[in-house]
Nanobody, 126 residues
């Protein structure tokens, strides 16, 4: 089992930045690829970006490419989502997720992930 806890969400003006963190506990974090997803009210959960277990490969949704950056520190069992140039349409609950690194990436579909955090709200005002 892997437990994931997100933090860092909040209210920010358009054009601003936030950094989300995802702390993992339980099984060895380095064995898992990570993904970030978001879900706005009335919408399906949407892929934001992912990172391989080593941090050597990252991939993003087109809607956030060039604005968001995913990283991880395996020594701290923590993943990060740096969000810059935020837009009102980025408003959503953001979730981190983990999947076994033996399964292939990129993994853009929620059902491919084995563990999920509880989510953190990000609200971008115009």
């Amino acid at each position: 089992q892997v437990q994931l806890v997100e933090s860092g969400g909040g209210l920010v003006q358009a054009g601003g930045s936030l950094r989300l963190s995802c702390v993992a506990s339980g099984r060895i974090f380095i064995q898992y690829d990570m993904g970030w997803f978001r879900q706005a009210p009335g919408k399906e959960r949407e892929f934001v970006g992912g990172i391989s277990w080593s941090g050597g490969r990252t991939y993003y949704a087109d809607s956030v490419k060039g604005r968001f950056t995913i990283s991880r520190d395996n020594g701290k069992n923590t993943g990060y989502l740096q969000m810059n140039s935020l837009k009102p349409e980025d408003t959503a609950v953001y979730y981190c997720a983990a999947k076994f690194s033996m399964s292939p990436i990129p993994a853009r579909v929620p059902s491919l992930y084995d563990y999920w955090g509880q989510g953190t709200q990000v609200t971008v005002s115009s």
